[in-house]
């Protein structure tokens, strides 16, 4: 009897224990990623910016060429990298508060200026490595450590919408939001961000993934229940869709 | 023969960067270095390099920062306030050891300020603006030749020590004019295998300042200061003028020491023992040069425009033995040859042997 393999370890992954937290997305993502890398065979030309926050250390598990960036900066380096240079696959990986927050403006002219990298972005509604405080895209009246009885939208103002905010720009070439709510969830996200890929690899501009994913800590939830509440709770006020792609995006 | 022109400082120092081999510039508007952006969006483009017109000055250090990553010679300009804003990201770059030029045509603060030229920016450029234990090279060049000489040396110092350079000018450097022979050598920037190039039958690169676990973060800063300490030991770099024999020594740099050169001048015709050290390098200082003077020197004048910054670390380099004496204009003031003069008479009128 002869044994095939249905399932390895993607080899861009490295062998490494993930400090994540049990129930976290990133890890999940990280190896849609790693698998894509593999498929494009992009570890001999692909450079990873990592932002600030709980995935800053992205470089221990992704076995390509990183940088670091200073919060919310990541766009700032993915340009500045791309642009030196032009044949290297560039992508950056931010989280909600690195990106919609600190990094708001950085986001926006990246995006306006078409610059030809792909960024997947990770919305948890929560900053993970800080401990738990109010996120930019936070949703009303969930609970956070500075936000203790919830988010007040008189006083806080309404979690934001990056999808729909980059979608009134003319150069962004994909712009879609995807969640991890389960294997269909997971198995989307992966096609999404394939299509980034090719985006960047056909020369096309600038693409964004928005990935809806679990933060069973901070959303104060055991796995199974953060999986539920961004299916049913985050995706309600951040609807999954692709809002522009490429026509000729295979 | 090297070619000769008639150009401004800031053009000076951009073509110079050009010569140096500049791969990527990253900008953003703000008086008096704006001739400097310029030049480089007509040039840079035309070079089939990078110009980039960033959104902010944070969003253009973070682009000098990723093409210093991917290996590429890269450089930002700004002014004062500009300069603030880009400490966050000069910290990052001394962290992660990046190599990258970067200039400050300062102007008068603090705040908005004005547009008139300023040495007030000494503290920040010289003593670590942004934060953690790190060193900048500090390059201050007196003349529109200097802006161009120095753009070159600056890169081929933040290569060879992989460590951000800053080049600390003035607004009236930047905007006067000056004939300049212009750098015509080949520039051969040293291999980086640290640089991200994609990971092609090598481990993965990773460009760093993070270090959470065990004591690394411990490490990596001792090692730093291994570096600086290499730095500051081969890399002073100062002038002299008059200096030999004489009984009173002007500190200054930049355009302090254009005035200071004329008022000594003045003042020698009236037999006053007066010579100059000008600091090219503020870090590293020219303490050990300094000191070296004291055994006949009797008085040390420091100038500068600003409020007396530079003028701390000519009191540690001179440590009690003589008396240090200051003058300074703020706010945009520049002091005249006259004032200079009149306060190196005074400086002598106290008893300092001719």
């Known amino acids: 009897m002869t044994e095939t393999a249905l399932y390895t370890r993607p080899k861009s992954l490295l062998d490494m224990d993930m400090f994540y937290c049990p129930g976290c997305g990133h890890g999940i993502i990280h190896k849609l990623i790693a698998e894509l890398l593999d498929e494009f065979d ?91 405080q109010m996120a930019p895209t936070t949703l009303v009246g969930q609970r956070a450590s500075t936000c203790p009885n919830g988010r007040d939208a008189a006083t806080m103002g309404y979690p934001i919408r990056i999808c729909e905010l980059l979608d009134t720009l003319m150069a962004p070439s994909l712009i879609a939001r995807t969640m991890i709510d389960g294997p269909a969830g997971v198995r989307k996200t992966k096609q999404l961000l394939r299509k980034a890929f090719q985006c960047q690899l056909q020369g096309k501009g600038f693409s964004l993934v928005e990935v809806l994913s679990p933060c069973p800590v901070y959303m104060r939830m055991d796995p199974r229940e953060a999986i539920e509440h961004v299916k049913n709770n985050l995706s309600a006020y951040f609807p999954v869709k692709v809002f522009r792609e490429p026509a000729a995006a295979e | 023969m090297p070619k000769r022109v008639l150009t401004s400082g800031n053009e000076a120092l951009a073509e110079g960067a050009i010569r140096a081999g500049c791969d990527c510039y990253f900008g953003y508007p703000i008086t008096p270095q704006n001739e400097l952006t310029t030049y480089m969006a007509v040039h840079m483009p035309r070079l089939k390099r990078v110009f980039v017109q960033a959104e902010s000055e944070v969003a253009a250090i973070n682009m000098v920062y990723g093409a210093a990553a991917a290996g590429k010679r890269a450089m930002t300009s700004s002014s004062s306030p500009g300069v603030s804003l880009k400490q966050e990201g000069i910290s990052y770059l001394a962290g992660a050891e990046l190599p990258a030029l970067i200039v400050n045509v300062q102007r008068a603060g603090p705040g908005l300020g004005s547009i008139e030229p300023s040495q007030a920016d000494y ?62 050598k080949p520039v051969c920037p040293p291999d980086k295998p640290w640089a991200l190039t994609g990971a092609k039958d090598r481990p993965h690169n990773i460009i760093r300042s993070y270090f959470s676990r065990g004591g690394l973060l411990e490490v990596h800063n001792k090692r730093l200061q291994e570096k600086y300490a290499k730095i500051a030991g081969s890399e002073v770099r100062y002038e002299t003028l008059e200096l030999a024999g004489a009984s009173i020594m002007v500190v200054a740099y930049g355009t302090s020491a254009r005035i200071c050169g004329g008022a000594i001048k003045l003042a020698r015709r009236q037999g006053i023992s007066v010579g100059m050290l000008r600091p090219q390098t503020l870090w590293p200082f020219p303490t050990q040069a300094i000191a070296s003077h004291l055994d006949r020197v009797q008085a040390v004048l420091v100038v500068e425009l600003s409020a007396g910054q530079m003028v701390e670390d000519v009191r540690l380099a001179v440590n009690g033995r003589v008396p240090v004496h200051f003058v300074g204009r703020v706010g945009g003031g520049v002091p005249s040859i006259a004032d200079v003069q009149q306060k190196i008479q005074e400086v002598a009128a106290k008893g300092v042997r001719p």
Do not use: W
């Open chain 2, 123 to 184: 503290f920040q450029a010289t003593k670590g603006g942004g934060h953690g234990d790190y060193r900048m090279i500090v390059l201050a060049p007196n003349s529109v030749q200097e802006m161009h000489d120095f753009a070159v040396l600056g890169f081929d110092l933040a290569d060879r020590y992989r460590n951000p350079v800053m080049i600390l000018s003035d607004g009236q450097i930047g905007q006067m004019m000056e004939p300049v022979v212009l750098y015509d």
């Open chain 1, 42 to 132: 992009l570890r001999s030309r692909a450079i990873g910016v990592a932002p600030v926050g709980c995935s800053v250390t992205a470089y221990d598990y992704l076995d390509v060429d990183f940088s670091e960036s200073a919060h919310g900066r990541a766009p700032a380096v993915a340009t500045g990298i791309k642009r030196a240079r032009p044949d290297a696959f560039v992508f950056a990986y931010q989280g909600d508060g690195d990106l919609a927050s600190i990094g708001m403006a950085e986001i926006i002219h990246a995006a306006n200026r078409g610059e030809n990298y792909t960024t997947i972005f990770i919305n948890n509604t929560v900053y993970g490595m800080t401990g738990g």
